[in-house]
Each structure stands twice: as structure tokens, then as C-alpha cells.
């Protein structure tokens, strides 16, 4: 039991930190991203690839999550146009189906020229005793990139003007504009930041197992569900909801068996709709 | 300092203010009255760059700010309080305040002047500004407003909701900002209360502008009277 809540925890943290980069384009611009995902794998290949071709692995792996933040960037500017002129459903709809296009063109692609490639990071020597427990060094590394990166974020939005300007889109657009932020900066800065966010937990995922190029739709579907259990545009929420969907994940997997795990996470998704309809933390309209 | 020329504005199905010219000198303050419906929102919002003109021009300290966004024409000193205040209801007052200068960082005097003003928002400083009270987000509104360290302040319905007396100390700190030379434009219904702070008026319905003059000449109109003071 000890060693699935450990897992939990250590999928938990990543699933969280992924859903902050989903909840911040949904609550700051009416953006769901299905593209997410196969940004997360494109910053894997390319660091595989750059280690490939003799890199070490730490200037590769920055390579691969600055490629995943001008992935956000070239998004924003490209395939988003057409969205900043609609609002509220509409919004929301059209993003559906760009993102959706843009993620079959991103796996086409990645399964045409990279049919076989994938990222692991494994980190050698014996694993490491947690509460009794042993616990690999990738699963710790990775928890504990997680949390900083976590931290970060959380320090980011709550202490820095330029954090607190991002919030106060999310809490209310037109007040935001009174104050001299202009909304469209904001939200092309979070699809910058949520390109990064998706590259570097591509890597820490690639330290406990690997990251291969049809992993994008699990990794949208896994940011979706613990996005929606969290609240829409909530960064706490997101992070909390990671980390309890992780360790119910992880439970059900060693109780009943994998191929049921993310049926009981998405049950655990819809009974958190039906009670709190606004998520964990969400903002009720 | 603002100069509006022919404006006219409004959504989709048609123009709701029609042609409106309008003025407001450096140290005055300045009513816009009229009815709920008469169209005094839309000409704000049109003013302060939250909605588009159809026609017109908007001037404001020699810059054309006509279709110029909200988000520019706050950074040129004209700062707009809504009547809905569009606080941020999950950030603290103290949170609520420093946005109000953004892109700087607050600035301690302002910040002082602020809580000068409206003493209850220093003892609220932690308070998210959501759980406040009507009387206590409206304070916050003004004072995130006179954070961006505006020239000039444009107010729509500051007693929107607001108790008899909390409508008062509304305009309390008002008189008090007038009085250390803020240029102020206000629109609103309490009547009264307005022509108490302003030297001059204009009287907006049905989306045009009807009557112009000074407080005094407006108090004294009939109509005036009859549609706004509650005299028969």
C-alpha cells in the first residue's frame, strides 16, 4: 500500500504541474488545448535527438523545453488567430477542433519520421529507501524537479506583477484592462509558459518511464481529467487534483489492474462534476 | 483635458448614443445625469476605449485616443471606475491595489494617499476583496483607480448599490480629490449628490445630449427639476 501512494505521489505531482499549463489556457483565454499532449512529446524528441547527436543530457533537455515554450508561441501566433476575434463558447469550441487538428498533424508527423523513438532518462544506481520503501533515484529526481518547478509557479503568480497581472485576467478580464493590462499578452505568455510546462514534465516522466511518440492523447486525456476534478482555471486546484488523482490511480492499478485505472479516473472526474460543478477549486460563475 | 466630438456608440443592433459632444477642462469636475436606459454607460465605456465608436472623436491630454484600447488609455492618466467595479474578487485588497499601478510597482505615497481616503481598506488590507461589503468594493474601486496615478477620473454611477449614507462618504472622497486638483467625470442618477461636487453638467437622454450648463443654471431648470431633483 505504502509503495502505490509513493508512486501516487510521484505520478501525482507530475500530473498536477501538467494540469497548471491546461487550467491557465482554459481560465485565462477560453482555450482547451488537445494539442497539449503532443507538446509534451515534441520537447521529448527533440531533447532525444539532441542527445542522439552526442549532446549531454542537461543542454538537451533545456533545448527540448525551450522548443516546447516556441511550440506555445508559434501556436498563439499561428493556428490561434481566428480565436481572439470570438468569444465565450465559440471560443472554447473552435479551440477544440484547431487544437485537435494540430494534434493529429503532430502525431502524423512524429509517427512518419520518428516511427521508433522515444525519450527515457533513466537514472542508474539502487534505489533509495522512503518510509520503509525503496524508491528509484528517477522517481525521486523527477518528484523533486516537479515540486520546485511547482514552487516556482506558485511563487511566479502569487509575488510578481507580472504573475498577479495573470491572475487578474482569469479573475476579471475587463477590470484587467482598467488597471493598463492588455488581456492578449497575457494569454500568449501562458501558451509560452504552458509549452514549457509540457516539455519539462515530458522529462520527468521520461525519468520513471519512457516517453514515446503516441504518448500525446494519454497525456492530454490524464491533464484533461485532473483539470476538470480541479477547476478550470485554478492553479492550486489543478495541483491538489494531481496529486489525489495520482495516488487513486496508482491504488487502483495494484489493486484491480491498469487497463481500469483511467476508467476509474474518469469516474472519479464525473463523480466531482456531479457534486462540485466547478471542481475542487474552481471559480463558480 | 478630454474633448469628445460626435461620438456615437453602441452593439450590434444600432447606435445607443448619438453625436454626444461633450468637454471637460483641467481641475473640473463634470456630471453626465440622466435616466437608467439614457445611454450614459455606453458613452463611458466608449470614451475609456472599452467598447468601439461608430463616429466620432475622443481627445484626452492632446492625444487621439478615439478606438484607442481601455488597456492604453489607462497608461495616458485617464483611470475609469465601472459602475459594476470589475474588481478581482479572489485577490486581496492589498493585491487589488497594486494591480492599479501596473506596470510599476505601487507607489508607497499613493498607497498612503489611498488609505488616507478610505481608512477601512488599510484595516482590510488582507481582506479578499470579494467578501467586502458594496460600500467597502466601491472604496477599492476608486482607490485601485487612483493608483494608476490618473490626471483625470471618470466614475460611472459611483452609489450603484450603495446605502444613503455610504453614497455620501462615496462623494466625500470625491470633494476630497477635487479639492487636490483631480479632474473628475462622473455619471449618475443621484442627482444631488453629483451637482453638490460638479461645476458643471450635461443632462443625457435617450442616448443625446439635451441640455448643458453649470451646476447652478441646471438645478434651476424646470425639466432638470422635475426629472432628477424630485421638485413637481
Known amino acids: ?48 535527438s539532441i542527445m542522439d547527436a552526442g549532446l549531454p543530457v542537461v543542454p538537451a533537455a533545456a533545448i527540448g523545453i525551450a522548443v516546447g515554450a516556441l511550440l506555445g508561441f508559434v501556436l498563439d501566433q499561428t493556428v490561434f488567430r481566428p480565436l481572439y476575434s470570438l468569444r465565450d463558447e465559440a471560443r472554447v469550441l473552435l479551440s477544440l477542433l484547431l487544437s485537435l487538428g494540430v494534434a493529429l498533424m503532430i502525431d502524423g508527423f512524429l509517427n512518419w519520421l520518428f516511427p521508433l523513438k522515444g525519450l527515457s532518462l533513466f537514472i542508474g544506481g539502487g534505489a533509495i529507501d522512503v518510509f520503509g520503501e525503496p524508491m528509484r533515484r528517477g522517481s525521486l529526481l523527477a518528484s523533486g524537479i516537479t515540486i520546485v518547478a511547482m514552487g516556482g509557479l506558485v511563487a511566479f503568480f502569487r509575488f510578481t506583477t507580472l504573475g498577479r497581472a495573470v491572475r487578474s485576467v482569469i479573475e476579471d478580464e475587463e477590470g484587467a484592462r482598467l488597471v493598463g493590462i492588455d488581456p492578449r499578452k497575457m494569454l500568449r505568455l501562458i501558451l509560452v509558459l504552458s509549452g514549457g510546462i509540457a516539455g519539462l514534465v515530458a522529462l520527468t516522466r521520461s525519468m520513471v518511464a519512457p516517453v514515446d511518440v503516441t504518448a500525446g492523447f494519454g497525456i492530454t486525456v490524464f491533464a484533461l481529467i485532473v483539470t476538470v476534478v480541479g477547476g478550470l482555471g485554478s492553479i ?40 462540485r460543478p466547478a471542481g475542487l477549486l474552481g471559480v463558480k460563475e | 483635458m478630454l474633448d469628445v466630438r460626435g461620438l456615437s456608440a453602441g452593439y450590434e443592433g444600432g447606435d445607443v448614443v448619438h453625436d454626444v459632444d461633450l468637454r471637460v477642462d483641467e481641475g473640473e469636475a ?11 454607460t455606453t458613452l463611458f465605456r466608449a470614451i475609456v476605449g472599452l467598447r468601439p465608436a461608430s463616429a466620432g472623436q475622443v481627445h484626452f491630454a492632446g492625444d487621439d485616443i478615439t478606438g484607442s484600447p481601455a488597456q492604453e488609455v489607462v497608461r495616458l492618466g485617464l483611470s475609469f471606475v465601472p459602475a459594476e467595479r470589475h474588481l478581482f474578487p479572489r485577490m486581496t485588497v492589498h493585491e487589488n491595489l497594486a494591480l492599479g499601478a501596473y506596470p510599476s510597482r505601487p507607489d508607497p505615497d499613493t498607497l498612503t494617499m489611498v488609505f488616507d481616503l478610505f481608512p477601512r481598506l488599510a484595516e482590510r488590507r488582507r481582506q479578499l476583496a470579494g467578501t467586502m461589503s458594496g460600500g467597502e468594493q466601491q472604496m477599492l474601486a476608486i482607490g485601485r483607480a487612483l493608483m494608476a496615478k490618473p490626471r483625470l477620473l471618470v466614475l460611472d454611477e459611483p452609489t450603484t448599490g450603495l446605502a444613503p449614507k455610504l453614497a455620501a462618504e462615496a462623494y466625500e472622497a470625491l470633494n476630497t480629490l477635487r479639492g487636490r486638483g483631480l479632474t473628475v467625470l462622473v455619471a449618475e442618477q443621484q442627482v444631488p449628490l453629483a ?31 422635475r426629472a432628477y431633483l424630485g421638485v413637481t
Open chain 2, 30 to 40: 463634470v456630471m453626465v445625469i440622466g435616466s437608467n436606459g439614457a445611454g450614459k
Open chain 2, 195 to 225: 451637482m453638490a461636487l460638479c461645476d458643471r453638467g450635461y443632462v443625457l437622454e435617450g442616448g443625446a445630449i439635451t441640455k448643458e450648463g453649470t451646476s447652478a443654471e441646471l438645478a434651476d431648470d424646470p425639466e432638470v427639476r
Open chain 1, 1 to 48: 500500500m505504502t509503495a502505490s501512494i509513493l508512486d501516487g505521489i510521484v505520478l501525482g505531482l507530475q500530473f498536477g504541474l501538467l494540469a497548471t499549463g491546461l487550467t491557465l489556457m482554459y481560465g485565462l483565454g477560453g482555450i482547451l488545448n488537445l494539442a497539449y499532449g503532443q507538446m509534451a512529446v515534441i520537447s521529448a524528441i527533440v531533447t532525444v
Open chain 1, 236 to 275: 492550486t486546484g489543478a495541483l491538489a487534483a494531481g496529486i489525489i488523482l495520482g495516488v487513486i490511480n496508482a491504488i487502483a492499478a495494484s489493486a484491480i489492474g491498469t487497463f481500469m485505472s483511467l476508467v476509474i479516473l474518469l469516474v472519479a472526474a464525473a463523480v466531482t462534476i456531479l457534486v
